[in-house]
C-alpha cells in the first residue's frame, strides 16, 4: 500500500481530516468489506469517503 497524503474537509463540522486519521468503519449498502472501507470524521462522526482499500 502506498502512502497518500489525501485529506478531506467534513462537511458537517468542517474540520480537515488527514487520510491516517480518518476513522475507518465498515461500508453501508453490501460492498465487500474487506475491500471498501468508509472514513468517518474522528471528530463527529461523519461519513467523509467510501475508498477502495483491495490493495
Ligand atoms: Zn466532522
Redesign the pocket.
Known amino acids: 500500500m502506498t502512502e497518500t497524503d489525501d485529506s478531506f474537509d467534513?462537511?458537517?463540522?468542517?474540520?480537515t481530516?488527514p487520510f491516517d486519521e480518518a476513522r475507518r468503519t465498515k461500508t453501508v449498502g453490501g460492498l465487500d468489506p474487506t475491500k471498501w472501507q468508509t472514513l468517518?470524521?474522528?471528530?463527529?462522526?461523519?461519513r467523509?469517503k467510501t475508498v477502495f482499500v483491495g490493495e
Open positions: 467534513c462537511d458537517s463540522c468542517g474540520e481530516v468517518c470524521c474522528p471528530s463527529c462522526g461523519s467523509l
